[in-house]
């Protein structure tokens, strides 16, 4: 045999041996990935989704701020709290305190404090349990507009004119009256015309001179940017900050019998008016986009900081409604609202 065919045959024998060792070495070592069927059970199951407690609100149409409860809905806030809103379909703002204390739908989705007020001096059984919005200096609730040219400055330039509002009563009809009592024009529902009109229409009856001044909800810089109305004057002008509450109302055959449910709504409405202040575009975005509106027709508003209702924003209604014959005498602040389930609310000693 030659040389190299040992050379040859040594390799061979000596490659054939170590595939061999490799192919027969110890795998206990080795741990095989077991399926999920061959693992061994926890004993844990994943918990069930807890059930939502639904609660029937009303459908903003053509709003004209954020609409707390649609917003808080789109974040998810709701859900975290335990709650879904049932959309039931649009209820007139005059209509919610009937709308209430009939079932129609379980909370008033926040109006002015003046139909609070007077719905539980009419014998209504319903209780504010969280604020809504609040005037600020920037962004007050109402203003009353003139066309930039108007000589209309003052409270006694008003009188004999037409004062153009959204509806009769509470914040619109009164704040006019307020500010004209206010610096000295007496007995002034005698002293003006009131005109009724949408909202939405206010601004071009007014330029067309059907009107001499609109009272609307609208911020005041956007009427400075369109540069063709000034502003006579505010409800901030009036009451400072106190005059522009719109709380949330429950009747109080529903607290009594869910006051958990009303707990976590408080809860829930104040953490989206806390991120509504802080986002101010995205709650109008979001209002708009969910009620098919034009952003531009959604205005800022000044949101309650977490929900806590003062006193006096109620007191300063209780007065004036009072003054002017509109509810009979002796309604009090602790008939018209509490903050007993707002989780951020510290009673005073």
């Known amino acids: ?30 741990t095989p990935t077991p399926t ?12 069930a989704t807890p059930e939502l407690t639904v609660l029937k609100v009303p459908m903003p149409s053509e709003p004209t701020s954020p609409d707390i409860l649609v917003v808080g809905d789109d974040l998810g806030i709701f859900q975290k709290h335990g709650l879904k809103m049932d959309f039931v379909g649009v209820v007139p703002t005059p209509q919610y305190v009937a ?6 739908i379980d909370v008033s989705p926040g109006s002015h404090i003046n139909r609070t007020i007077a719905g539980i001096s009419a014998g209504a059984k319903i209780l504010a349990v969280a604020g809504k919005t609040e005037t600020s200096q920037r962004v007050p609730h109402m203003i009353g507009i003139v066309p930039k040219d108007s000589p209309i400055k ?22 006019p009256y307020a500010w004209l009592d206010k610096f000295g024009v007496k007995d002034p529902k005698t002293k003006v015309e009131v005109i009724v009109l949408p909202e939405k229409n206010l601004e071009q009856v007014l330029r067309q001179g059907e009107i001499d001044l609109a009272m ?17 004057f505010s409800d901030y002008d009036i009451w400072g900050s106190e005059g522009g509450a719109t709380p949330f109302y429950f009747s109080t055959d529903y607290i009594e019998k869910h006051p958990d449910t009303v707990k976590a709504f408080v809860a829930a409405v104040a953490e989206t008016m806390n991120w509504a202040n802080e986002h101010p575009y995205e709650a109008r975005a979001i209002t708009a ?22 006193p006096e924003t109620a007191k300063v209604w ?7 014959g509109e509810i009979k005498p002796g309604i009090t602040v ?14 005073e000693s």
């Open 1 to 30: 045999m030659s040389e190299i065919l040992k050379m040859n045959l040594l390799k061979f024998f000596f490659l054939f041996f170590i595939i061999f060792m490799v192919g027969c070495g110890d795998n206990s070592a080795k």
């Open 36 to 47: 999920p069927q061959a693992q061994a059970p926890t004993g844990k199951e994943t918990p």
């Open 99 to 104: 709308a209430v204390v009939s079932g129609r």
């Open 154 to 175: 003052e409270p006694a330039d008003l009188v004999g004119k037409k004062i153009g509002i959204p509806t009769i009563g509470g914040c619109n009809e009164y704040t």
């Open 216 to 232: 609307i909800h609208k911020v005041p810089e956007d009427i400075v940017k369109q540069g063709e109305f000034k502003i006579v």
């Open 289 to 310: 986009r969910r009620t098919n509106t034009q952003v531009e027709r959604v205005y800022e508003r000044y949101f309650t900081p977490n929900g806590i209702i003062r």
């Open 318 to 324: 209780i007065d004036l409604l009072t003054a002017f």
């Open 334 to 347: 602790d008939q018209v609202y509490t903050n007993k389930f707002n989780p951020y609310y510290k009673e």
